[in-house]
DNA sequence: TAGTCAAAAGTCAAAGATGGTCAGAGGGTG
DNA sequence: CACCCTCTGACCATCTTTGACTTTTGACTA
């Protein structure tokens, strides 16, 4: 193995694959030390190497009894349609209830979110909630639609 | 367990837990000892693990014969929940992550709501959705908050 | 009754412990 | 040589731990 960032990846898979659950706890600092490098390079392997796309998930802790989580997922299977649908949210200038509307009920009929959960987001989407200027709604729109995207990436894994 | 502040939090919530009435009353010295650490850490633990919104009361007093009073809040009527819960999000200023997090896990705590949902409406109000200044932030996720409440308060018939 | 004192608990800011970010240097490969 | 990964370290953000100082309370005393 050539680089050290490919041996770390390794290792950490081959923690998690051992693991019974699909997911493993590390310190950042005792993996450092265990691979003599300096921390933020175990930063740039989770970043590089264990991405969502990848079927990762990560999170983490700082201060004392700080930690960092790799657990890994299934990715659904219907990644095309969440693309053309950033697409759309990301070509539309303004985005309205209309077309939050439009993109929620695209979803719940590809079976990618429940009746509920859709009418909930719209909800909060909605004008009334989104009490600003249009500019701000639709960029807080624009945030809040691709954040979903991302979510639904790998939620009910297929 | 990773920290020490973690490990008196269970065990607290462990003595909740057996004791019949859902309050326990300790000596803020006692516990410290029990766990070799400074009294103020009691502190600490309560004012970040046994808040309001995650559904407890605390109180307590001062000089000889002092305590401090914890208390499970019990409310079995779905409308008390979210009032409870909607006044915390009036009061509170600043709205971070930490506080919707609590919110969002009470609600599943209480069966408001299913831990898919919660996970992705805390996504949606999440730092890096909402990529504002600290008091815009504050404004969407109090706006959007409501909402939910709002919406909760009639699904599954209320 | 008022004053004093000791025994709690509270507050707060500094120090400690982690992890995160980013820009620039380093190195291998077409 | 150019380009794309990797690697590094300085600086940042967040959570926890500590301890000095403050406030409150009740008992005891004058």
């Known amino acids: 193995m050539r680089n050290i960032s490919d041996v770390i990846e390794q290792y950490l898979k081959q923690v998690l694959k051992e693991s019974q659950a699909n997911a493993i706890e590390i310190k ?30 990560v999170e983490s802790k700082r201060g004392g009894g700080g930690y960092i989580r790799i657990r890994r997922v299934v990715l659904h299977e219907k990644q095309d349609i969440l693309s053309s649908l950033m697409e759309v949210i990301h ?4 985005l309205n209830e209309q077309l939050v509307e439009n993109v929620l009920v695209r979803l719940v009929e590809e079976q990618m979110m ?30 809040q639609l691709l954040t979903l995207m991302k979510v639904l990436r ?3 894994g297929g």
Chains 1, 2 share one sequence.
Do not use: M, W
């Open 154 to 156: 790998y939620r009910n």
């Open 91 to 94: 070509e539309h200038p303004r």
């Open 114 to 143: 429940h009746e509920q959960e859709a009418q909930l987001i719209y909800h909060l989407l909605s004008d009334e909630a989104l009490n600003l200027q249009v500019d701000d709604r639709s960029f807080i729109r624009r945030q």
């Open 28 to 57: 950042r600092q005792d993996i450092a030390q265990r691979f003599e490098c300096v921390p933020s390079q175990i930063n740039y392997v989770i970043n590089t190497r264990f991405t969502v796309e990848k079927g990762y998930l």
